[in-house]
C-alpha cells in the first residue's frame, strides 16, 4: 500500500512540475519578453536618449535577460524539454554540464551503449534519477568527482552506476529523504534493482538493473 502511495505521489509530482514549467514559460517568460520589448521601444526615443533615460533602460533590458536566463533555467529543472527534443542523451549532456559549471565537480559520463534507443517510457525515469543523484553529491557528499556509467549486460538489463568519492554515510544513520526513497520506488516500478553501497569515508554508490 505504502508503495501504491510512493507511486502515485511519484507521478502526481511529476505532472505538477509540468503545469509549473509551462506556467513559468506562458506567465513569466511571456511577460518578462514584452517588458524587455516595450523598454527597447523607449530607449529608441529621442527623449531618452536625451534626457539619460536609456542608461536606465539598458538595464532594464539586462535584468529582463538575467530573469529569464533564470527562469529557462528553473523551466529545464522542472521540466527537461530538450529530454523530449533531443533524447536522454543530449538532456543527460546539458545536465551536467550545468551542475559542472556551478560546482567544484568533475563528472565522468561514461556510455558505451547508445542510451537514446533506450524504450521512451525510461528516458524521464532515468533522467530524474541522475539528476537527483547529483544534487545528493552536491548537498551532501562534499565530493570532487562523480562518475555517471550506463552499460548492459548479456542478460538484456540495463546497468546504471552512479558513484561519487564523497564523504559517505553510515546506512544505519541515513537521513529519510524523499530523494533515495523515489529512486527505488522508480526503480521498482520498472522491475529493477537498487543498491546504496556507502560507508564512512568511502564515498557513494548507486547500483541499479533495469530490465529492458
Ligand atoms: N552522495 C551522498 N553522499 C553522502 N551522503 C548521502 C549521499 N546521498 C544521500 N546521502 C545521505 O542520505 C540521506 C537521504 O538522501 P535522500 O536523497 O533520500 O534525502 P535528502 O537528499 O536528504 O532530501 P530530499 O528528499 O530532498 O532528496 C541524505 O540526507 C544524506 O544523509
Ligand atoms: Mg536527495
Not at 167 to 189: A, P
Amino acid at each position: 500500500e505504502n508503495r501504491a502511495l510512493t507511486q502515485h505521489t511519484l507521478a502526481i509530482q511529476e505532472d505538477e512540475r509540468r503545469r509549473l514549467a509551462q506556467e513559468l514559460h506562458d506567465e513569466l517568460g511571456q511577460s518578462l519578453t514584452a517588458i524587455k520589448v516595450m523598454t527597447v521601444t523607449i530607449e529608441k526615443r529621442d527623449i531618452a536618449k536625451q534626457t539619460g533615460i536609456a542608461q536606465s533602460t539598458q538595464q532594464i533590458v539586462a535584468i529582463c535577460e538575467h530573469l529569464m536566463s533564470v527562469v529557462g533555467s528553473m523551466m529545464q529543472q522542472l521540466h527537461p524539454l530538450v529530454l523530449t527534443e533531443l533524447g536522454l542523451k543530449a538532456a543527460l549532456d546539458e545536465l551536467i554540464a550545468h551542475w559542472q559549471q556551478r560546482h567544484n565537480l568533475a563528472i565522468a559520463f561514461i556510455s558505451p551503449i547508445d542510451i537514446d534507443s533506450l524504450p521512451a517510457h525510461l528516458s524521464i525515469h532515468i533522467f530524474r534519477m541522475v539528476q537527483e543523484a547529483l544534487t545528493n553529491v552536491v548537498r551532501h557528499a562534499k565530493a570532487s568527482e562523480m562518475v555517471i556509467e550506463f552499460s548492459c549486460d548479456a542478460t538484456h538489463q540495463l546497468h546504471l552506476v552512479l558513484k561519487d568519492n564523497g564523504q559517505g554515510c553510515d546506512t544505519l544513520q541515513m537521513q529519510k529523504g524523499f530523494g533515495l526513497l523515489s529512486m527505488r520506488e522508480r526503480v521498482r516500478s520498472l522491475q529493477g534493482d537498487f543498491h546504496i553501497h556507502t560507508a564512512p569515508a568511502q564515498g557513494l554508490s548507486l547500483s541499479i538493473h533495469i530490465p529492458l
